[in-house]
């Protein structure tokens, strides 16, 4: 059911101009920035407080909205940077917060931080690389800690954080991509683990670990572009699977999927572009995950990110793979 490639270089450049010729002033750029440096500072809230465990995956999505909205260099960048450096542990994995224990989506987000300063002078990457390498399993598969969950978002994290410390002889990607492989399901999507319910968000960590290990033959894009073009719902938002309510934080996990198969085009951009301008809180800044509720940190950044996958006026470009500036990608040669 592949469209003819002129068919679908026309309705790419049609999609995109929907959103590309958008008037930039409808996001509100100021109002954002302000909401993500205000919620970084604001440390007497019980948000800021509930938020402990999980603050470096937090400083990773308020720093890239950041940097493509434009306003990286409102933060400060040398406390943030000894910051995440005080969460490292000798075994070569980050904790989510300072005295926190280590755990694989808290050393990416870490690397990530340091990939956005270009800090990466910082990291021993030999000993991160040990610390990944010590968490896959026989089967592929990739705990999240020494506790031992296992999980498609690990896999994901440790095939990307390898990849951005240019480390990636240190785990068996070919074994990492069949365990993936073994978590698609009938519908083309993707699970937590064999036999698993396919889920946007675990799609994205899929098909992302598959672009980097060099997988992505074991992707049905025609099948999981359908399924996931299917997630757009009246409103013009994304949810994460059938009947479930559409949350602008699929705006990032379905459409970089989309993007990543190439079929960005399949769903109406202007409609989802519309529905994430909607969940803008017109006073204190920051989006929601649907219109009218509270806006956070994570919503704002899932918000702005999809908006920059589409080509939205004044937004500096996002890479669909490893969630970070297109310019930051570049400077690492991680596609090289
Ligand atoms: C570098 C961007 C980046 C990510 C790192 C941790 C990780 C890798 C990815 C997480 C992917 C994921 C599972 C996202 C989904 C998060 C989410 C909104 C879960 C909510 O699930 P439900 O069941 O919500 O509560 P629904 O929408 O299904 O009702």
């Known amino acids: 059911m592949s469209e003819a490639p002129a068919a679908t270089a026309a309705a790419a450049t049609a999609a995109a101009a929907a959103v590309g010729h958008m008037p930039a002033s409808e996001l509100s750029v100021d109002l954002h920035a302000g909401f993500v440096k205000r919620q970084s500072e604001d440390t007497d809230t019980i948000e800021y407080v509930l938020t402990e465990h999980l603050r470096m995956s937090g400083v990773y999505w308020g720093l890239t909205g950041m940097h493509l909205l434009g306003r990286l260099d409102d933060m400060d960048g040398d406390g943030i940077v000894a910051w995440v450096m005080t969460c490292w542990h000798g075994c070569g994995g980050f904790g989510g917060s300072e005295g926190h224990d280590p755990h694989v989506l808290y050393t990416l987000s870490a690397v990530q931080v340091l990939a956005l300063y270009n800090r990466m002078d910082l990291l021993d990457r030999d000993a991160i690389a040990r610390y990944v390498a010590s968490l896959q399993l026989p089967d592929g598969s990739f705990t999240g800690d020494e506790w031992g969950e296992v999980d498609t978002r690990f896999s994901y994290c440790a095939l990307s954080c390898c990849k951005l410390i240019g480390r990636m002889e240190a785990i068996n990607v070919e074994k990492a991509m069949e365990y993936i492989a073994s978590c698609k399901n009938f519908d083309g999507g993707f ?91 017109p006073q204190k800044g920051g989006i929601s995950d649907r219109p009218n509720d509270e806006p956070d940190v994570y919503h704002t950044f899932f918000g702005v990110a999809g908006l920059s996958l589409m080509g939205f006026p004044g937004l500096k470009a996002v890479d669909p793979v490893y969630a970070l500036p297109t310019e930051v990608v570049q400077r690492l040669g991680l596609y090289e």
């Open 191 to 281: 699970g937590c683990t064999p036999g698993g319910e396919s889920h946007a968000g675990q799609i994205f960590t899929c098909v992302g670990a598959l672009a980097i290990g060099g997988g992505l033959q074991h992707v049905d894009a025609d099948l999981l572009g359908w399924w996931l073009c299917e997630r757009q719902v009246k409103a013009g938002g994304l949810n994460g699977r059938p009947e479930k309510l559409p949350d602008v934080c699929y705006s990032w996990w379905v459409l970089s999927s989309l993007s990543i198969l190439k079929r960005l085009h399949w769903i109406d951009q202007g409609a989802l572009a519309r529905f994430i301008l909607r969940c803008q809180d």
